[in-house]
């Protein structure tokens, strides 16, 4: 007895097929295949990174040279810099164009002969500014005009649009801004570059070789993003877009926070001091209870006090609430978008800002996200209060 069953299958559609590709100073090289790749993008202070391991074809290697293995320049020269592009689309959509996800630089090469694989790190072109000692001082300049020189020393491009008064020498010693290895805090162009943006409520970033120096920015339909959600009931299971999505809060920053700053002007002899909180700002001590964190910046005019006051403020409250999971990559998704959630039932509905995204790409395991959520619109909490 024999039995026969035809099963037919209909209308099927691939949802998605993620591609990535790897450019060496601008071309694809066909003796090292991606294999797979750990790419993690913040808006924290740091160069964003890749991890990547590709696999090596013999029959293909060049007779010059492997495109990694540089030879030792001469007359003790430095090497020449590596340009890496890493760029993805996905097949599945009609005429996808490649999407550039990371442009930078090759750190670090670990090369397994046995193996046939190539393990190499990457930073983006920040760090050029990681990587710069600057011993000048600037008279009678902006942060904007200090920020722009050092991205312009650096060799790359500065897209700065940060507005802010003189920090260079003007009229007393304890304004002029200088990095120095022996005598100052700002031991690179970087961590002046960094704490100039900081000072004004900007990020500092790289987009290829621009360096980007801009206010941080609000939420639009173009950049805001959506994170699927649904709680039908207690009888039915939750539908999310996410895997082990995890909401945290801290209350003891929920309790509130008041932020104090002093500056002491040696010159002038005059202290100056000023207080942020949920109430605002205020020279004298803010009424509301809670934390109080105590910072110092020398030599600073109350305009500037001022101005650090709320920015640290913004940075300590943007810690209270955090969505974290992991998601099926998107390859448009970066640090600096938004993403809203609703139907949680909970406080944390609304729309958070994407701080973190650390990609992962491998052919066996595809792509996907973890992800890092944060709410920085400080008045979330006092308008739901």
Known sequence: MSE??????KG?????APRARLLVNGAERAETGLEEFTLTRTRYSR??????????????APANGLWFDLPTPANGGALAD???TLQMRDEAQTGAQWTTMFS???DH???SPAETSVHIQCRDYLAKLLDMRVLDGWMNMTGADVVRAMITAAGLTPDVTMTDGMVGQFWQVEHKRKSAS???RFQTAFDLASYLANMTGCDLYAEGKTIVCAPYPTATKANTQTLDYSDTGPLNPIQMGASGLRFTRDYQIAKGVVVHVTSWDSRQRNRVEYYWSVEGGSTKKAESTGNLHSFTLPGARLDLVQQYAQQKYNEIVAHERVISGQIPGRITL???QFMQITGTGTTWDGTLDVDAVNSRFSWSGGFSQQITLRTRDVTKDEDNG
């Open 12 to 16: 099927h559609r691939i949802w998605r």
């Open 4 to 9: 026969s069953i035809t099963v037919t299958a």
């Open 182 to 184: 022996s005598h100052s």
């Open 82 to 84: 590596i340009d890496i």
């Open 334 to 336: 970066a640090p600096r």
């Open 109 to 111: 090469v670990e090369l």
């Open 47 to 60: 160069a964003d990174t890749l991890d990547m391991t590709l696999a090596l074809d013999r029959t293909k």
């Open 104 to 106: 930078g630089i090759v």
